[in-house]
């Protein structure tokens, strides 16, 4: 299994800048894809972006241009860097992983963003 740690949120006036990270132990080896997540109050969880373990990347319509995922060779990290921040995109910040022959995805605690002035 994994345990996934996030780290980097925080306040920030809008137009600024966070980057975020996920610090992953245990069976990083297992890993297929990471992704970030955000939920707003009231709303649905939803996809920010997703990396797998070969680089490809993948960003929500409502990010892209503006968010940066990245990870280490190893998988041990994950990144992502948000520029141009709206108020918008406040919420709780998940990190995920999915797994070699595990049938549910791992999330971290999450952490929050939040875009004000």
């Known amino acids: 299994q994994v345990q996934l740690v996030e780290s980097g949120g925080g306040l920030v006036q809008p137009g600024g800048s966070l980057t975020l990270s996920c610090a992953a132990s245990g069976s990083i080896f297992m890993i297929i894809n990471m992704g970030w997540y955000r939920q707003a109050p009231g709303k649905q969880r939803e996809l920010v972006a997703t990396?797998?373990?070969?680089?490809?990347?993948n960003y929500a319509d409502s990010v892209k241009g503006r968010f940066t995922i990245s990870s280490d060779n190893a998988k041990s990290t994950v990144s992502l860097q948000m520029n141009s921040l709206k108020p918008e995109d406040t919420a709780v910040y998940y990190c995920?992983?999915?797994?070699?022959?595990?049938?549910?995805?791992?999330w971290g605690q999450g952490t929050q963003v939040t875009v004000s002035s």
């Open positions: 995920s992983a999915n797994l070699r022959l595990v049938g549910r995805p791992y």
């Open positions: 990396i797998t373990n070969t680089g490809n990347t």
